[in-house]
């Protein structure tokens, strides 16, 4: 084996420029096709050298947000990226967090009725043609081939026509998916039973879609989405709803993988195996020669894929004795920019960005009231322990300064809400569309809030923390709403 000391580590100039590159395809609009110029001109552009201008294309492409075509008539062209590569992203630190089926199925009630209700309101022939397709292939289902679950839940949340909803969703599918792997295998009668019942809901959430009964979609999705639930858990090989969501062991390769190069099949096959023998950070996960021994692949596939994995922190390669490449603590940001950069792709409205927040948030509140008596809610609830917060005064002479803190506490505010909810699945959600409020916020230009608004923003949160001192779960709720609502949180 060679020597370590010529691996690169992931550069942080190629991440930047990487991020410049992808910024300036937002703001272009994201004109799928057209060229950003060659690598020579990106070269000049960005003042790099070429091997650190190939490493930001890597992550580029890796986002698949475009694609460097060598040759005279070459550059890189702007592609249209898919779900995979934010979904997967998010699946892995999610697995790493250990969700628990728990929050999973707390985060399907959330999110499926809305999903219901709004494909009941936006529903149109191609819909409903696309729904009956599914319900007709669950027909078809005798035992012995693998239960139907997830396609219609994924198609339903397609017709909601909102692309967070149907991004966050397909994550919650691909999650229980892995944890329906590893339940026990029914007898075939019970699983005949199941994919019965399953198929009788399913019919009766599309036809309330298909005569446009949003009220009714909705009760009847989270009834179906209570009965899967109980299924989940009597089904859970001894386990109870705090059981971990783990990536099952499975055969290589097969499943999920990435339309992609190698590099990146490899780079999800090692996290799920990180994942697999319990991630334990700090530890060697292998040598370079053990891996390119048990992966079977040449050098040059493995390192793009350590790559991958440095880049959403996995792993990184250390060198040296005693080297190889070392398990590290996944941090929620990289999944967030990339799940945020596919979702700027899609264009969501403000409104679609409101809508699943407003949902995330209410449920939020609701689940804070039920804890307030545990010592981390209680300190939450005491303003006077709460850092940084503002003493409430006379408004034009603050500086604009105080506002930007002001926007940070605003921030602060609803992430600390959603973190004591703990709910880690709907927390992570709840981060992603700030970040696309921030970013849409950034893009364009908007001016900062009048102290007036500050100042309105802080009474409602007082007013929201009472409510939940007291124990007022629908007062909570009425006055989040409210507070969502007022043009005042507009930076949130
Ligand atoms: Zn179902
Ligand atoms: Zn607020």
Avoid at 26 to 32: D, H, L, Q, T
Avoid at 278 to 292: D, K, M, P, R
Avoid at 302 to 331: D, K, N
Avoid at 405 to 415: G, I, L
Wanted: hydrophobic share 40%.
């Amino acid at each position: 084996m060679s020597s370590d000391a010529d691996i690169p580590r992931t550069d942080k100039r190629a991440s930047k420029i990487a991020r410049r590159i992808e910024a300036d395809i937002v703001r272009r609009g994201w004109p799928v096709g057209e060229s950003l110029g060659s690598e020579q001109a990106l070269q000049q552009r960005f003042c790099v050298s070429r091997s650190v201008l190939r490493e930001a294309v890597r992550l580029v492409e890796h986002h698949q947000v475009a694609r460097m075509r060598r040759g005279p008539s070459g550059g890189l062209l702007v592609c249209e990226p898919d779900a995979g590569p934010a979904t997967r992203a998010v699946v892995i630190y999610l697995e790493y967090l250990g969700t628990t089926l728990g929050d999973l199925l707390n985060a399907r009630l959330v999110l499926e009725p809305l999903a219901a209700a709004l494909a009941a309101e936006h529903i149109d022939e191609t819909g409903i043609e696309a729904l009956r397709a599914v319900l007709r292939a669950e027909e078809q289902w005798h035992p012995g081939m693998p239960a139907p679950r997830e396609e219609f839940h994924v198609a339903l949340a397609e017709r909601s026509k909102n692309p967070v909803l149907q991004l966050f969703i397909d994550v919650l599918m691909r999650l229980t998916k892995r944890y329906a792997f590893e339940s026990r295998t029914a007898s075939e009668n019970e699983a005949i039973e199941a994919v019965d019942q399953m198929h009788h809901a399913h019919s009766d959430i599309v036809a309330a879609v298909t005569a446009g009964d949003s009220a009714r979609a909705r009760t009847l999705t989270e009834r179906h989405v209570q009965a899967v639930t109980a299924w989940l858990q009597e089904h859970q090989d001894g386990a109870d709803a705090t059981a971990r969501v783990r990536g099952p062991r499975r055969a290589r390769l097969e499943i999920d993988a990435p339309r992609g190069k190698l590099a990146e099949v490899l780079a999800v096959t090692i996290s799920d195996d990180i994942a697999a023998s319990g991630w334990h950070v700090g530890s060697v996960f292998g040598t370079e020669a053990a891996l390119l021994e048990r992966y079977r692949v040449s050098r040059s596939v493995l390192r793009e894929a350590v790559r991958l994995l440095e880049y959403h922190t996995i792993a990184r390669m250390r060198r040296g004795p005693g080297g190889g490449l070392i398990v590290t603590q996944p941090q929620a940001q990289a999944s967030i920019d990339t799940i945020a950069l596919y979702l700027q792709y899609r264009k969501p409205s403000r409104e679609d960005l409101r809508r699943v927040r407003d949902a995330i948030e209410i449920d939020n509140v609701a689940r804070v009231v039920r804890r307030r008596s545990e010592p981390e809610v209680a300190a939450f609830l005491q303003p006077n322990l709460q850092p940084n917060r503002p003493a409430p005064t006379q408004a034009t002479a603050r500086a604009t300064d105080d506002l930007r803190k002001a926007a940070v506490e605003e921030f602060r505010f609803h992430v600390g809400l959603s973190q004591l909810a703990g709910n880690s699945l709907l927390e992570l959600f709840l981060r992603i569309i700030v970040e696309l409020f921030r970013r849409h916020w950034s893009s364009s230009g908007q001016a900062l809030p009048t102290w007036s608004d500050v100042v309105a923003v802080e009474h409602a949160h007082e007013r929201i923390l009472e409510a939940i001192s007291i124990g007022d779960d629908s007062l909570a709720r009425y006055r989040v709403r409210r507070h969502l609502d007022a043009a005042a949180s507009w930076w949130l």
